[in-house]
């Protein structure tokens, strides 16, 4: 009796999103260690792999790409190693993700009396070329680079992140000689045709559209402040605690201060801490802050970190360093995604001076802007005179839903913010 093992997706690892089968890793039949990574899902906010529960053998698939997962679902079955009776395999062929007989599969093995035809005319193994993980997929689209360039060392000839970053260090050369272009008459030449190809949405993308027409046309009336924000103090003390950071293995970024400097103005302003009911401003004790991260034409995902007010800029660091990871290498859950209570947009790091209105994340009421950093000629007065100054700037925003807050809350919370940061150490 061989014993078997479910495939499933835990409840708390969906948290409520809808999730479809992307595509499975591996064929039926492969054998697979435990952890491995073998099916990928795709959620209306993540792109996530679902991992062998166990060391194994794929001998079932029960749902199939563009098929619905809902919690505890099988998706298959392994079948343990140690249990596998090698003399006792099915007779029937199993199929495989396209519906053909799986090459890999016992039942689909030569028998002994077919082994020498086998032998003279061998069956090409099956290739994994087209499975293709998210970080494979972001490197490819991010450096325009053709997958048929890169030599999969992975399972069957998968392409893995290790190989491109191989491919992107050491290039080949290939030199090919210039053909000459025929010449072409004036009747020879093409009608003139508007070229064209569709990209159909992800699911990712489809819900960006839905949440954004939704928050802004729907739901909540936007306004935009705009300050402007002296950044030296912050960026002296980064570059005196930067090194102290590294050598603990935290990346101390800008964004880090912007958290610590919101749970302040949040501190002086809760009404921005809150979500808005008909009946009432529902206030939250915890400040859960969710960062906007781009994942280039993939879209927008926001990793919280949670509890920030109970953090020290250290900790902080180090929780914004683990989910910001975690969002470009694609291993997002939909828990690092829920229960935040407000977001900060750093746009400013692709070189946006400031974008208004910067659309609410619902149900928040508000969302913080960090245009780009640049230095700027400002004028201050020094011993009652009027003295010019280069100093590092940047306009920060708040976008505020005016059925929650108003602009005296929403300017006392960018005064307490801007404050803090430009009087940091101070």
């Known amino acids: 009796m061989q014993a078997t093992i479910d495939i499933t997706l835990p409840a708390d690892q969906l948290e409520g999103t809808a999730a479809k089968v992307s595509h499975w890793l591996i064929e039926n039949g492969a054998t697979v260690e435990e952890g491995e990574p073998i099916l990928e899902l795709e959620t209306d906010k993540v792109t996530m792999e679902v991992c062998a529960p166990a060391s194994g053998r794929l001998t079932e698939i029960r749902k199939f790409p563009g098929d619905d997962v809902e919690p505890e679902t099988v998706l298959g079955k392994l079948t343990a190693l140690d249990a596998i009776d090698n003399t006792a395999e099915d007779t029937a062929p199993a199929l495989n993700i396209t519906g053909a007989i799986d090459p890999f599969h016992p039942a689909a093995q030569p028998s002994a009396v077919e082994t020498t035809a086998v032998e003279e005319t061998p069956v090409e193994e099956e290739s994994a070329r087209h499975l293709i993980g998210p970080a494979v997929r972001r490197l490819l689209r991010e450096n325009n680079l053709d997958i048929a360039r890169v030599q999969g060392t992975g399972r069957h000839g998968r392409v893995t992140r290790d190989d491109v970053l191989a491919y992107l260090k050491n290039p080949p050369t290939v030199q090919t000689p210039a053909q000459p272009a025929p010449a072409i008459t004036p009747s020879q030449q093409p009608p003139s045709t508007l070229e064209s190809k569709e990209i159909p949405h992800t699911p990712m993308r489809k819900a960006i559209a839905k949440h954004m027409v939704e928050s802004l046309l729907h739901t909540s009336p936007h306004v935009t402040s705009v300050f402007e924000m002296d950044m030296s103090n912050i960026i002296e003390h980064r570059r005196w605690h930067k090194k102290e950071f590294a050598e603990e293995g935290v990346n101390l970024t800008f964004t880090a201060y912007f958290l610590a400097a919101t749970v302040k103005a949040m501190q002086a302003v809760p009404q921005m801490n809150a979500r808005y009911h008909e009946h009432a401003l529902e206030l939250f004790e915890d400040i859960n802050i969710g960062v906007g991260t781009a994942l280039g034409d993939d879209g927008l995902v926001v990793p919280v970190v949670e509890q920030v007010q109970h953090k020290n800029l250290f900790k ?98 960018l005064s307490v913010f801007v404050e803090t940061i430009e009087n940091w150490g101070h």
């Open 316 to 413: 902080i660091a180090q929780a914004l360093q683990v989910q910001t990871e975690k969002a470009r290498a694609g291993k997002l859950t939909p828990a690092d995604m829920k229960n935040g209570t407000f977001t900060i947009s750093n746009h400013g790091v692709s070189g946006s001076l400031f974008a208004a209105p910067i659309i609410i994340n619902q149900p928040q009421v508000a969302i913080l802007g960090i245009g780009k950093l640049e230095k700027r000629v400002v004028v201050r007065e020094v011993d009652g005179k009027d003295v010019m100054e280069i100093k590092p700037m940047c306009y920060v925003s708040l976008s505020i839903d005016h059925r929650a807050v108003d602009a005296f809350q929403t300017n006392r919370f």
